[in-house]
DNA sequence: TCTGGGGTCCTAGGACCC
DNA sequence: TCTGGGGTCCTAGGACCC
């Protein structure tokens, strides 16, 4: 059976959201309708652009270039800072508005969903519900977006990604070749800057070109990743509308320092900062983690990251905490100057599934596990910041919490 | 000149086992 | 002197997304 598949993406969400946030608050100024960026901060050396006003991208600002490239191109550029409690919170509003036509949405990202209405278009068009959710969040909202009609995900992506912002485009079978083949390599969907030049090479310049392409020379070259190239080249995709919320499958956290750091104990206190938070939601998230991964970049750019399997899945701030030193003082070349530190735990598995192993479950453990279950619950209560163990040098300033895990 | 932070998935090589 | 071939697990790094 055909599924109907949409995909709703918020134009320059981040900008478009600021903007209505700093119109609640009295703002005499729409900055959509200025040259305007959201943007990091640059004396926290994260200087770069999340999202661009139609008058900043008119001057060739694109996003993820530096805010100083982007003042560069446009001399009297103004500069914002994001507010994902802002952003969450516009998403929520979007998310309930679409949960009207139907209960099958993915939230691909913060700003994108894809919804499957394959079971509930009645006599209407899919044409016509796209039609009806681009107007109704513009008006009802006070935002706007695309809307991308297909029969899967890939192509309904592809589409709301054609002329911006507040449009609806089709990307039917009968129109791959005129409305996608036609476009470069470079906006194929999962095709990027160390692809692209690759094809380039092959002589193979257009989405078109691409499908073409024989499918056996472009796994022999690009091995699985060939296969889905060919694949999304000529509009194939099977994927499903995953509307069940999936358990994540690792946790995270890093930061760039404001300035390079050569000294290990500061490092290490910066570590401390970064596991209690990883572990932190673990913990929210009722999960254990089996591997710690430490990542390292240095003044020059370069990654490097180590990791480790325990022996035991554990949500254990102590525990995880031992092996991400032992994996920095594993790494770290003495005296060269960090830029980024992170932390991540990876391989979880759900905290009820997991087996008691005999010997596990000792005296000292429980106290551990003691010991975090009184301090979440305090930073509960307080807010993360108000008890922490990594309070010396005011470390946890640097370290953002995310508030989506507080629900 | 300056280059975020959060993810997911894949690959390649080495260790180890039968 | 010549030295298999699979399979699995682990690790480091890369590519891509928003």
Redesign the pocket.
Known sequence: MERQILHVDVNNAFLSWTALDMIKNGSEVDIREIPAVIG?D?SK????V?AKSMKAKECGIKT?E?I??ARLKCPGLKIFPSNFKVYREYSNRLYQLLLEYTDKIER?????CFLDMTHYLMKDTLLNKGREINRRVREELGFTVNVGVAHNKLLAKMASDFKKPDRIHTLFENEIPSKMWVLPISEL????????PKLYNMQIRTIGELAKTNKKVLEDKF???GTMMWEYANGIDNSEVKYMPEK?????????LPEDISDIEKLEEILLALTEQVTY?LRRHKMLAR?VNVQLRNK??V???????LPNATASTKEILEVAKGLLEQMYRKGTPIR?I?V?VDDLTDKEEMQISLFQNQVKNKKQEKLDKTIDELKQKYGYNFITRAGKMGVEDLI?F?KEDEK
């Open positions: 990091g640059e050396r994260s200087g770069i999340l993820a530096t100083y490239q691909f990202s913060i700003d994108e969907f999962m095709l990027g800057k160390r692809t692209v091995g699985k990743h994540p499958k690792g946790i995270g956290n890093s930061v760039t939601r591997v020059d750019f990654d490097t990251s180590h990791q480790r399997k980024l992170g991540r953002k995310r």
